[in-house]
């Protein structure tokens, strides 16, 4: 009985003292590399959305996901039919208008002819009445008859006026009907664009968003186009973070199509506003050492470096305890000025020595 009282006191002392070793260490010397954390997504330069700016079924695309397009590139085409009337009908009146507003057409030569017809007339009258005039001054004739002729001068001489008037008032009429006829058409035409929505980069179809048959709204994207090769991060950082963001800064990336494996990026633009809803800063940067094949939207984590300190006393941050202490015994804290810090390590600055033994809360 006392034997086996000795062996199980034995076996508690040296798994304390195990305990207790495990539960020891002492700082380490290395370097430190201070970072903030952000997430974000890759994104695509002059990444846009394409909404249509009409209501129609959608009769054929023009393109297809992945294809490469040219500023100005049509992707489907849109029945409208409304708009398709009225380019037809502004068309037709701009025809009309050209034809009529000619100096030979239809319109102008009648009223052309109408003034000749109202000049011959009115030199007929005049000559008339210049006769009867001289016959009534020699006594010949009668009064009436002058009083006849001098009435179909005047007349005629009026009628000849209001032709000339007609005449110059339909030709400028005419003319200033064809310019808005112009423009009208003009606008039609610009409708047109708008039943064949386009690119308006020179980029790469990363998503059509609609199929032949649907009908296309002003309210509802189509199309995703951006830069075929010029991609970027963009990543949110903390309001309490953004502080110490810098351009040029290193930046270090994983994106879950990769697993582990690191790439490099450098800070290359700050949005000076905070999004109200997520307390967070967007920030972009650029692969220096980029993965061989991405897309837009893949989600990225990013560790953006603030500094790196070398031969730098460390100490596990679980070790840490209220923010300023270690404990040097079982149960004596020691403060500690503390400086740099990553993910798993904490610089302590004063306070202790890399032969301090800590102990782990």
Known sequence: MGM??????TLLLFTSGCQQKEDTITPTVGAITESVYANGLVKAEGQYQVFPTVNGTVLSLLVKEGDTVKAGQPLMRIDDRMSNLSTRSADAQLHLLEQNVREEGPVLTRLRASV?????????????FKRQEALWAQTIGSRNELDQRQLAYTTSKAAYS?????????????????EVARNTAAISAAGDADRAPGSLIDGIVYDLMIEPGELATPQKPVAVIGSASDLYLEMEVDEFDIRRIKIGQHVFVTLDSYGDQAFEAEVTRIIPLMNERSRTFKVEARFTKRPPQLYPNLTVEASIVIRTKENALLVPASYIVDGTYVLTDSDEKTPVKLGARDMENVEVLEGISANTTLYKP
């Open 4 to 9: 086996r009282i000795l062996i199980g006191l």
């Open 116 to 128: 000749d017809q109202a000049r011959d007339k009115f030199k007929l009258d005049s000559t008339n």
């Open 162 to 178: 209001m032709a000339t008037k007609a005449l110059l008032e339909n030709r400028d009429q005419l003319r200033t009907q064809l």
